[in-house]
């Protein structure tokens, strides 16, 4: 008896055990059959909120559903990044994040949601760099020129940037200690924002890195790179580590998906989205906007945002930078 009982709990375990996974499966199987959303933490018109849209009308066709963009800005992107985290892991809501998921991990004493435990990395994107630009009509020609007006006018010189723990926002604190110069750091809601106050001659100077178009069509004037090294798309602008050693603040974007997304849906998003990097005409808009395609896979790019949380801890808690 006791052995037929034994048999029976053991049958059932089993029985139960297929059941989940015949449900996990045909869940995979039927994703997507509804319509995919792609939250961008950030106001439109951005280059966030550009690759977004590029990638998501890309990929819609490669699932036979639509992926719909939705801004949800706020909070140096930590209020769309909030609602990702916090939504239902059906492989229906994805993020579409940047470098300022890892910034805030360490600019905000309580972020709204933590990026190791609340969100998983589905594919890196691209690579960005900041441009630091001037208005058309300002006096200030170079890198240079700009580190020594600093220098000889403390408490007047204003950056523009794309909000509160961005990497714009980074930038500009790093120019400051790093040069030992007097900077005040503005932030506005987003990178078109920044751009249209040093056009406008309302800052001295403005970071961001939708600003390589202003900078092809003369509205601003670019000084400097933030990467290690100049871009292929303006290689006659220098680097900011050309003035400053060892300065580099790297833009990327991603796509993340909310904890406990199926791994199998989010091995194909990452399929599709690297597929779609590799497409010309992607490339080329890409391009456009000085960025490099990257396209990794789920296990590389959470490789790459454990070596971003452990460089930018190194960087960032020195400066003694708080946002609330």
């Given at each position: 008896?006791?052995?037929?009982?034994?048999?029976?709990?053991?049958?059932?375990?089993?029985?139960?055990?297929l059941?989940?996974?015949?449900?996990?499966?045909?869940?995979?199987?039927?994703?997507?059959?509804?319509?995919?959303?792609?939250?961008v933490p950030f106001p439109p018109a951005g280059n966030t909120d550009t690759v977004a849209r590029l990638i998501a009308t890309?990929?819609?066709?490669?699932?036979?559903?639509?992926?719909?963009?939705?801004?949800?800005?706020?909070a140096?992107?930590?209020?769309?990044?909030?609602?990702?985290?916090?939504?239902?892991?059906?492989?229906?809501?994805?993020?579409?994040?940047?470098?300022?998921?890892?910034?805030?991990?360490?600019?905000?004493?309580?972020?709204?949601?933590?990026?190791?435990?609340?969100l998983i990395p589905v594919s890196q994107i691209i690579n960005v760099p900041n441009y630091i630009v001037v208005g058309d009509k300002s006096e200030i020609k170079t890198f240079r020129d700009l580190l020594i007006y600093a220098k000889s006018n403390p408490e007047k010189v204003t950056c523009a940037t794309t909000g509160v723990g961005t990497s714009t926002y980074l930038t500009c604190e790093m120019i400051k200690a790093m040069a030992g110069v007097s900077i005040t750091n503005v932030p506005y809601k987003g990178g078109s924002a920044a751009l249209q106050s040093a056009m406008a001659g309302e800052v001295t100077f403005a970071v961001a890195n939708e600003a390589l178009p202003f900078i092809k069509d003369g509205?601003?004037?670019?000084?400097?790179?933030?990467?290690p090294t100049r871009s292929i798309f303006v290689p006659n602008i220098p680097a900011v580590?050309?003035?400053?050693?060892?300065?580099?603040?790297?833009?990327?974007?991603?796509?993340?998906?909310?904890?406990?997304?199926?791994?199998e849906i989010v091995n194909d998003l990452a399929s599709k989205i690297q597929a779609t990097l590799k497409q010309p005409e992607v490339i080329k808009k890409l391009e456009s906007l000085g960025a490099v395609p990257v396209g990794t896979s789920p296990k590389e790019f959470a490789r790459y945002i454990n070596l971003e949380l452990k460089k930018w801890e190194i960087v960032i808690k020195p400066l003694n930078v708080s946002v609330d």
């Open positions: 008896m006791e052995v037929k009982l034994k048999f029976f709990h053991h049958a059932k375990a089993y029985l139960l055990c059941l989940v996974l015949s449900f996990a499966i045909s869940s995979y199987a039927a994703w997507p059959d509804r319509d995919v959303t792609f939250i890309n990929v819609s066709s490669s699932i036979g559903k639509q992926i719909i963009v939705e801004n949800r800005p706020g140096g992107s930590m209020i769309g990044s909030q609602l990702v985290a916090r939504a239902k892991p059906d492989g229906y809501t994805f993020l579409v994040g940047s470098i300022s998921n890892v910034l805030n991990h360490f600019f905000y004493k309580k972020p709204l949601y933590d990026i190791t435990n609340d509205r601003v004037m670019g000084l400097a790179v933030t990467t580590s050309e003035y400053i050693p060892n300065f580099d603040v790297t833009s990327w974007y991603g796509v993340f998906a909310p904890a406990g997304t199926s791994k």
